[in-house]
């Protein structure tokens, strides 16, 4: 630990890392940040914090940032440094001049998750309003997609519907697909502390994660699913409340829409939903799931806590609708200790999708095609908007293989390492005639790219982060940006370039714009969110201090509507060929791609990522620990080093994705979830192969 002595002030900021969304204090001598130290005001941390927020946060001024704007004609070529104006007329140029030659269709953007909330709503407002166009979408795809369908379907809003702090009045947490303790921490601690106090906890998941074992926890049941058998395993768990009459009749009655109830009791009634005769699929044994579905129906109050362990899967949106039927059925909605809670992955994946990011929606979820809120827009935006929705990431990229969409801007997505099927990804940017990558690192994504536009580190900015429970916080800016511009200047810049005004003097202007386009913000503003510390929205006249728990005596849309979630197998299933299913996942003090953290000291604690696999699986190919295995998909192939661990079931690997050489979405495939094309990360069938170093 090196002493760097008594910081000169400090400034109150949020984490760039994940959903949690802890606030710090970075203490400063002049512009350099000595310390984070988490804020004992900070309404979702309360203090605490993870190593990532606390000691992860020297990538912000790594040498390999770059803080020169580049461009190039053709991605064979060598970067040149040329000036802000140079760079921005550049894209502009070549990205209007793609517009003429291939029609107003052929360009777009993808917003990120890293980004504020004002960074993302301007990069949509500039695809929407001078692109002229709604191929917008963001890295959300990827990840909660299926959640905002899935939530918005069934209660009416795309959002979680809890604080965290709710999970203190939890009796029983079912935890499916996430491991916070790994990759919510703060969260995972202050549910450990629940679970300490006596709170049951059932943890459906193909892998033992830390949860489980975790001292002085009572861990009712660990239900190893196999990977792709979700909606069997929420169905049978549903059908085993209905059959034993475990269902909150009042509840159904009042606030439930009783067609669809209807509907839905006589399909999950079904014999065929049984966990026995489920258990061939789900590979659960039949008494342990309705021991697990006894404990969540009779729980006082019983909470789902989900991760992408939910979403990213062919059936994804039917995986979210079946977890929102269970709290419907048992009437788990609408007060602490309860609902539907989504672990939302980065520091923004709820602000990123509340702005519009999608490619059919404006801010706060309004359809483009409602003549009423696109007539607002226009009134506020000086522009004709089209109501038609625009093209998703993968369509993006299959338009590109076809030759209909040339031209893209990238803010703080590496989507070249981060999507799935690596090759595909790739084969697509390269057949770009412009792609503008702005970033704060020459990323995997910038190799295929013709402009580079510098981007700014949280610490560089002033802005907003939404967390996983809606928490609207601030970011502020504790020193200068390394590039000169933040990022919502760069994109401000872009668009004045290309002929659509905009001329905000500092991102509160850019809120009260979308407070006053988005209903669940109407009373957000920079006053009132330093006024009381943080909003969680729905913030406007009928909640004027916001929301902390939803659903309380209605739903957005009236009542609960139960939605029918028929089981269908995905396509990977194992085979002779490739007889293993892969899935994947975070480890503590890596994030993601590893950007960020992969420039830091937190390198040290894991510098590879590994196959983890089944002592048996190891012994039937002759591979102990540490060996190099070759592992192959019908994707593509790549190799890593292997880990035996006792937490996989036979038949089911894992590995995680933080560094580019191991390159695990090389082999992940491009099937995606029926309704939102989230790709389905989690079921890859693979072969593993011992093969010398290479
Ligand atoms: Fe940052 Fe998440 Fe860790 Fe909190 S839990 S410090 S938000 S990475």
Redesign the pocket.
Known sequence: VIDAGQPEHSVVTT?A??????QFKAEMKGSEVIRMVPYKGGQA?HGH??V???FAFGYATHEDRITQPMVRDSIDQPWKEVSWDEALNFAATKLRGIQDKYGRESIGGITSSRCTNEETYLVQKLIRAAFGNNNTDTCARVCHSPTGYGLKTTLGESAGTQTFDSVMYTDTVLVIGANPTDA????GSLLKKRLRQGAKLIVADPRRIDLVKSPHVQTQHHLTLRPGSNVAFINAMAHVIMSEGLEDKAFIAERCETEAFNAWRSFISEERHSPENTEAITGIPAAELRSAARIYANAKNAAIYYGLGVTEHSQGSSMVMGIANLALATGNIGREGVGVNPLRGQ?NVQGSCDMGSFPHELPGYQHVSDDAVRARFESVWGVKLDDEPGLRIPNMFDAALDGTYKGMYCQGEDIAQSDPNTNHVQAALRSLECLVVQDIFLNETAKFAHVFLPGSSFLEKDGTFTNAERRINRVRKVMPPLAGMQDWEVTQALSNAMGYPMNYSHPSAIMDEIAQLTPTFTNVSYERLDELGSIQWPCNDAAPEGTPIMHLESFPIGKGHFAITEYVATEERSTRKYPLLLTTGRILSQ?NVGAQTRRTDNQIWHDEDVLELHPQDAEDRGLKDGDWVGVTSRAGETVMRTKISDRMQPGVVYTTFHHPDSGANVVTTDNSDWATNCPEYKVTAVQAVKVTEP
């Open positions: 984490c890392y994940c959903g949690v969304g802890c941390n914090s993870c990532k927020g606390r919510h921490p703060v969260f520091n994030y």
